[in-house]
């Protein structure tokens, strides 16, 4: 089965483009792209894009699921949909899960939900340590063997520097990915702002932005001391910046992301103490966030993530202090992004850099690209769709969203994941 979709603006990150063409569809994979006008070839079946964008499917890295545990919360089903109504083609999923991924058969329970369940790719992630607890690590050969695409305690950083070592030199041995949160624990403990004289005036627990510089340099020594594959997921402050920028400049096998949340919202957005403003690393100032921006612009921040974590109405609905962290960003990460395109902060390429190439050639997957052989995880959007967000509109089971009523701009239109329409 050939798919022909003609009359689309192709967004290709690999080569840094925006430019009208055609893409054919060859059963699972890219068959073959060209420029508007040049000899189109046949096809059994026809797409117009009608000049809208098409541009490779998001790879989404840390994602929670709630299976197995809190499945009321998110299940693999209802992330799925809501994945492949955002433009997510793959899904890279967080252990942090009740009991945590930590052996190889509870990752197998994982991914045999995920394939029957969910429309998109799943790739599991596993825990460092058994119980995300941060005393021993866990068997990682034995669940890289089982398809663990990388390892994390997600947010309980270990704070045992001897075992983290120890940990990241055996992932070496082994080629493993570690990705890392990058928060000094103690400082950050019950934390739910940023420090600064906006957190004073609202009376609120907060953080030093320093925490993330200091738990960074603390990864990058590690680091170097035992050159294993890293990936810092979220840096939000520019006093983690140089730090991360001397660490490429040196060598080192490190990438880092950030959130879209981080990108796009700064700390005055919880001035009247909504908890779905409520996020781990807290919202920070609206210098960080420029800064930040800066950083996916010129490629030393890598990746942005949806970082997706479903809370119920009940963890979320109490003083924002006592509230649980996280909001659910599958279906807002594309047009949240595109207020930065909007905005003349980052062009339609650079986004997809960091949302699709830059997480696929991290993960060592083929996907990200527009190139012939590729596989055909594409989305089609339209960039300028006006819209009200309604929350209870969400494909997921949880529905808390900081953008609940936001006007927002940007829909997708169709998701192919191998090739197949799993939207529109």
């Known amino acids: 089965m050939k798919t022909l979709l003609t009359n689309a603006r192709l967004i290709d990150p690999e080569a840094q483009t925006d430019t009208p063409g055609w893409l054919l569809i060859d059963g699972t994979a890219i068959g073959a792209t060209g420029p508007s006008g040049a000899g189109e070839p046949a096809a059994d079946h026809i797409v117009d894009c009608d000049g809208k964008c098409l ?4 790879v989404d890295i840390g ?34 899960t009740l009991p945590a991924i930590d052996t190889p058969e509870v990752l197998e329970f994982v991914r045999r ?31 890289l063997d089982a398809g663990a695409v990388g390892f994390t305690d ?22 493993a990915l570690v990705i890392a949160h990058v928060q000094e624990p103690i400082l950050s403990a019950a934390a739910s702002a940023t420090s600064g004289k906006f957190a004073s005036l609202r009376g609120l627990a907060s953080v030093t932005p320093m925490a993330e510089r200091m ?64 996020v781990k690393p807290p919202l920070r100032s609206e210098d960080d966030r420029f800064a930040t921006v800066d950083a996916v612009r010129s490629g030393l ?15 979320k609905r109490l003083p924002f202090d006592e509230a649980a962290s996280g909001a659910v960003a599958l279906e807002t990460l594309l047009p949240a992004a595109l207020r930065l395109f909007h905005a003349d902060q980052l062009s339609l390429p650079q986004l997809f850099r960091a949302l699709a190439l830059n997480p696929a050639k991290r993960l060592g997957l083929p996907a990200g690209r527009l190139a012939p052989g590729t596989p055909a995880d594409l989305v089609l959007f339209d960039p300028d769709k006006p819209f009200v967000l309604d929350r209870f ?7 808390n969203t900081p953008f609940d009523g936001a006007r927002m701009q940007g829909k997708v239109l169709i998701t192919f994941v191998g090739g197949e329409k799993v939207f529109g």
């Not at 998110?74 to 083609?89: D, F, H, I, K």
Request: net charge positive.
């Open 55 to 58: 541009a490779p499917g998001i």
């Open 63 to 96: 994602v929670k699921v709630c299976e197995p545990g809190e499945r009321h919360k998110e299940s693999y089903r209802s992330a799925g949909l809501a994945a492949a109504a955002g433009g997510v083609t793959t899904m890279v999923t967080r252990p942090d």
């Open 113 to 143: 939900r995920a394939n029957e369940a969910a429309p998109v790719n799943v790739l599991p992630m596993a825990a460092l340590t058994k119980g995300r607890e941060g005393r021993e690590m866990t068997e990682i050969g034995f669940l």
């Open 154 to 175: 997600c947010d309980r950083v270990i704070s045992d520097t001897k075992v983290f070592s120890r940990a990241l030199t055996y992932a070496r041995s082994l080629g």
């Open 215 to 278: 738990a960074l340099d603390r990864d990058i020594a590690v680091l170097e001391m035992t050159g294993a594959r890293y990936h810092a997921d979220q840096i939000t402050t520019a006093r983690a910046l140089p730090a991360l920028e001397r660490a490429k400049r040196n060598g080192l096998d490190i990438t880092a992301g950030t959130s879209i949340h981080h990108l796009t919202l700064n700390e005055m957005d919880v001035s009247d103490y909504r908890t779905f403003f409520k």
């Open 301 to 315: 921040i890598d990746i942005i993530s949806s970082m997706h974590t479903p809370q119920d109405e009940e963890s």
């Open 393 to 399: 509109k969400l494909r997921s089971k949880s529905k």
